[in-house]
């Protein structure tokens, strides 16, 4: 009946699903990946690979240690009171523990140098540096056969660490990076970020400690027995795989990112993309919800997910690519809504997406979207536009010039006298240090990643310089969605009757965000995706 029998079995290859397999294996057990698309490392890595961790062990035994008291009223500041206190402690408590535990399994961590809190110092427990973690630098050759069967990514730029961005300049400098030595470790296979992260865990997992995993081979259904989860019926090479789960099956396969249809009615905007890899299509709600799982969802607003644009011609896995966009908090560079009208601090995600969701109950309609980035001659004769360098055109099917604010709204289909307004208004304090509107400027976060180090204030300049140029944004997810399966402190998935379901645990994107709430910090999905993986290893195994 079953053509392989293990203890776990791990729906999906990113955190979740190898740490599960990962922490089996440690037990003394066995355990299986099964993998939907061609290749290891899921969503993490596409990412920055960066993981989001108080009170982590290397920051412990720095001269600049993390409180605990501070740490929990930081985190209880971005649930905004949609946490549930059991799941939020669980994963304070224990993501130290496992961070430290990977590390002796051979994942290799660092701390990134003076990257602050998103919200530092403006809200509570805040802290300057040491609570980002990320992976050194990771050797592909190390990966064996696995090597060319593991995800790299076309978002972050390769074969660096965030140290070294941020001491090229960040993003807004990208013309000024050193080129050279990312070639040069791009062709010995040396990955960095996501790609790095994803590489030091495939490793210790498939590599060193042999367990058996199978990319393309998207899991079908759960098979159960008296209400129990007890395997999973995938198709490999076109034919049923069966695979008997002793212990217990970790769903960790992602959310709904490419299914359009999910992500427009829970994520509360008219339109979706996503940067993630096109297997993410709601197969979480699938495979649970056809053995009575419930759902659960945090409010969609403010949780990890961007604006963006797609390059005429650009594909990844055979499917248009979506790319964020981070020019906005450039200097010479601002957004506007249709009507041409600032309406957020654009260089903090934080600030401009759930602007973005603002709904009009009068007029029936989203005012803020879609959003629309707008900058000038300034601004192409010092940055990149996406991968375009100075004298570089952009298709006129992406980016929309003209000579005069007026002309280029016409083209965005925008108003004239709001966008030229909107302009003139900005351009009063744009060479100064501070943005009486919004604010912007005001977050070393957003500095660190996107400012000007030339500028007074890193974050503004004017917009003075023709001709103009726009692209209209589209709202484009990471795969972190409002809604996943519930699931408990074992990380177990609930049954619409309030019960676990034997045998059936969750993590990473695929569980429901019921441990964070309603805000968000970069790091902190990778940093559930191991903290659950790891819960559900150990429920399992030792039920």
Same mark, same amino acid.
């Given at each position: 009946m079953f053509d392989r029998e293990v203890d776990v079995v791990s729906i999906g290859s990113g955190l979740g699903g190898v740490t599960a397999a990962l922490h089996a294996v440690e037990l003394g057990g066995t355990a299986i990946i099964l993998e939907k698309a061609p290749k290891l490392g899921g969503v993490c890595a596409y990412s920055g690979g960066e993981v989001f961790v108080c009170m982590?062990?290397?920051?412990?035994?720095?001269?600049?240690? +993390?409180?605990?008291t501070d740490?929990?009223?930081?985190?209880?500041?971005?649930?905004?009171?949609?946490?549930?206190? @059991?799941?939020? $402690?669980?994963?304070? +408590?224990? !993501?130290?523990? *496992?961070?430290?535990?990977?590390?002796?399994?051979?994942?290799?961590?660092?701390v990134i140098s003076d990257f602050p809190d998103y919200y530092y110092p403006h809200a509570p427990g805040t802290v300057?540096?040491?609570?980002?973690?990320?992976?050194?630098?990771?050797?592909?050759?190390?990966?064996?056969?696995?090597?060319?069967?593991?995800?790299?990514?076309?978002?972050?730029?390769?074969?660096?660490?965030?140290? @070294?961005?941020?001491?090229? =300049?960040?993003?807004?400098?990208?013309?000024?990076? +050193?080129?050279?030595?990312?070639?040069?470790?791009?062709?010995?296979?040396?990955?960095?970020?996501?790609?790095?992260?994803? =590489?030091?865990?495939?490793?210790? #997992?498939?590599?060193?400690?042999?367990?058996?995993?199978?990319?393309?081979?998207?899991?079908?259904?759960?098979?159960t027995e008296g209400g129990k989860v007890i395997g999973v019926e995938a198709e490999?090479?076109?034919?049923?795989?069966?695979?008997?789960?002793?212990? !217990?099956?970790?769903?960790?396969?992602?959310?709904?990112d490419w299914n359009?249809?999910?992500?427009?009615?829970?994520?509360?905007?008219? @339109?979706?993309?996503?940067? #993630?890899?096109?297997?993410?299509?709601?197969?979480n709600m699938v495979l649970g919800g056809?053995? =009575?799982?419930?759902?659960?969802?945090?409010?969609?607003?403010?949780?990890?997910?961007?604006?963006?644009?797609?390059?005429?011609?650009?594909?990844?896995?055979?499917?248009?690519?979506? %790319?964020?966009?981070?020019?906005?908090?450039?200097?010479?560079?601002?957004?506007?809504?249709?009507?041409?009208?600032?309406?957020a601090d654009e260089s903090f995600y934080r600030d401009y997406l759930p602007r973005c969701h603002d709904w009009d109950g009068v007029e029936q309609e989203h005012p803020n979207y879609p959003?629309?980035?707008?900058?000038?001659?300034?601004?192409?004769?010092?940055?990149?536009?996406?991968?375009?360098?100075?004298?570089?055109?952009a298709p006129e099917a992406l980016l929309k010039k003209a000579d005069t604010p007026a002309e280029l709204a016409e083209k965005l289909g925008i108003d004239p006298e709001g966008l030229t307004a909107s302009i003139a208004r900005f351009n009063e304090f744009a060479d100064g240090d501070t943005d009486p509107d919004f604010g912007r400027g005001r977050y070393p976060w957003a500095a660190k990643m996107v400012g000007d180090r030339s500028r007074v204030n890193q974050q503004l300049g004017p917009l003075d310089k023709p001709p103009y140029y726009g692209v209209r944004l589209t709202a484009v997810g990471v795969g972190v969605n409002?809604?996943?399966?519930?699931?408990? =402190?074992?990380?177990? *998935?609930?049954?619409? %009757?309030?019960?676990?379901?034997?045998?059936?645990?969750?993590?990473?994107?695929?569980?429901?965000?019921? +441990?964070?709430?309603? !805000?968000? $910090?970069?790091?902190?999905s990778n940093l559930r995706g191991m903290v659950w993986g790891w819960m559900a290893a150990k429920h399992a195994m030792e039920s």
């Open positions: 982590n062990h290397l920051m412990q035994a720095s001269e600049q240690p +993390d409180n605990e740490a929990h009223a930081y985190l209880d500041f971005l649930a905004g009171g949609y946490a549930d206190p @059991e799941l939020a $402690q669980i994963l304070f +408590d224990m !993501g130290p523990k *496992v961070a430290k535990w990977v590390e002796e399994r051979g994942v290799k961590w660092r300057a540096t040491g609570r980002y973690l990320e992976p050194e630098l990771f050797d592909g050759h190390s990966l064996g056969e696995w090597r060319k069967k593991t995800y790299t990514t076309p978002h972050m730029p390769p074969g660096i660490t965030h140290d @070294e961005l941020f001491a090229w =300049g960040g993003l807004s400098a990208m013309p000024k990076w +050193d080129f050279a030595t990312m070639g040069g470790r791009i062709a010995k296979d040396i990955r960095g970020m996501g790609p790095a992260m994803m =590489g030091w865990f495939i490793k210790a #997992t498939v590599v060193d400690r042999g367990v058996e995993a199978h990319v393309s081979t998207p899991a079908i259904r759960l098979i490999k090479d076109g034919k049923p795989f069966r695979i008997r789960a002793r212990k !217990g099956v970790v769903v960790a396969c992602g959310g709904y359009e249809e999910m992500a427009k009615h829970f994520e509360g905007l008219p @339109e979706w993309g996503s940067m #993630t890899q096109p297997y993410m299509e709601g197969d056809e053995v =009575g799982a419930a759902l659960a969802g945090v409010p969609s607003y403010n949780l990890g997910m961007f604006f963006g644009y797609q390059v005429p011609g650009e594909k990844a896995d055979g499917r248009p690519m979506w %790319r964020a966009s981070w020019e906005g908090g450039y200097p010479h560079a601002m957004w506007v809504n249709k009507k041409g009208v600032r309406f959003p629309y980035l707008i900058f000038d001659q300034n601004y192409r004769d010092k940055y990149a536009f996406c991968s375009f360098m100075p004298g570089v055109e409002a809604v996943g399966l519930k699931t408990n =402190g074992n990380g177990q *998935v609930m049954h619409v %009757r309030g019960r676990p379901i034997e045998g059936l645990y969750a993590a990473g994107n695929s569980a429901a965000l019921l +441990d964070i709430g309603a !805000g968000y $910090q970069s790091g902190l």
